[in-house]
């Protein structure tokens, strides 16, 4: 356990000293709280017209929850963020250390490929973590201003958690295959969409090939812990693709110490 931590300790260390932390921080505050405002001024504007309908007609506006509302799209497109931010976190893990020659003395040193990939992972899930948190100013401000229910809010976070490790587990993998940052980083964006996109091809397809599609559409599992449903086959379904992504980074690890 100790050489995980070593190495996560390690990882951070490089996030934060280099620009890239910074840099996704930034771009990640500025589009969640742009997409925030948007959703906020568009539920009061409609609020507004239809309490004008509701005084002209004489009849008491059908009360709405606004709060939970806006917190279901502001995670639903915080989701679609993660699409471009999360291959930045991941981009550099292994690619980096292949450029710059390192990944020989990784190999070599008196630690496992297990250790390894699981430091890198917890690195990388402490900042995706961190910049999660800085969603709860959005959040906040629903609090101060509204009532929402805590359930959806609280299972929201949790969707959206088990996702983003997801992802990261997967550009991880794809982080072993190449030496260089911004192919690392298209190739996880691309397949990060894919399994995004198998959502909307599973419409046009048969009932069965519709079933086995949506199962594996990483948007089709989101979708309910945002609306408040925590399902145990979505929690399986995250985890087992954390876990799939995990082992697939210590296979090309292992297979990268073999080649030598």
Request: aromatic share 20%; proline share 6%.
């Given at each position: 356990m100790r050489n995980i931590f070593v190495i996560a300790e390690r990882?951070?260390?490089?996030?934060?000293?280099?620009?890239?932390?910074?840099?996704?921080?930034?771009?990640?505050?500025?589009?969640?709280?742009?997409?925030?405002?948007?959703?906020?001024?568009?539920m009061v504007e409609s609020v507004s017209i239809r309490a004008a309908q509701s005084a002209q007609t004489g009849?008491?506006?059908?009360?709405?929850?606004?709060?939970?509302?806006?917190?279901?799209?502001?995670?639903?497109?915080?989701?679609?963020?993660?699409?471009f931010i999360l291959p930045m976190i991941t981009m550099a893990l292994f690619s980096e250390e292949k450029k710059r020659g390192t990944m020989e003395l990784l190999l070599t040193a008196p630690i496992t490929d297990a250790e390894v990939v699981l430091g890198k992972f917890l690195a990388a899930g402490l900042?995706?973590?961190v910049l999660l948190s800085t969603t709860l100013v959005e959040v906040a401000v629903?609090?101060?201003?509204?009532?929402?229910?805590?359930?959806?809010?609280?299972?929201?976070?949790?969707?959206v958690l088990l996702y983003g490790l997801a992802v990261l587990a997967i550009g991880m993998f794809i982080s072993t295959l190449t030496e260089n940052q911004i192919v690392a980083a298209i190739l996880s964006f691309g397949a990060i969409l894919m399994l995004w996109l198998i959502d909307v091809f599973s419409?046009?397809?048969?009932?069965?090939?519709?079933?086995?599609?949506?199962?594996?559409?990483i948007l089709e599992h989101l979708s309910d812990f945002l609306v408040g449903v925590v399902s145990t086959s979505h929690i399986v379904f995250y985890m087992s693709?954390?876990?799939?992504?995990?082992?697939?980074?210590?296979?090309?690890?292992?297979?990268?110490?073999w080649r030598g």
């Open positions: 990882e951070l260390k490089t996030y934060f000293i280099s620009p890239v932390a910074y840099v996704v921080l930034t771009i990640f505050i500025f589009l969640s709280g742009l997409f925030f405002s948007f959703y906020l001024s568009g009849q008491a506006p059908e009360p709405i929850d606004m709060p939970g509302l806006i917190a279901q799209q502001f995670f639903n497109w915080t989701s679609f963020i993660m699409l900042f995706y973590v629903l609090f101060v201003y509204g009532n929402p229910a805590y359930g959806p809010i609280l299972s929201a976070y949790l969707g419409r046009n397809a048969g009932p069965g090939l519709k079933e086995a599609l949506s199962y594996l559409s693709l954390t876990l799939v992504g995990l082992f697939l980074t210590y296979r090309s690890l292992d297979s990268l110490r």
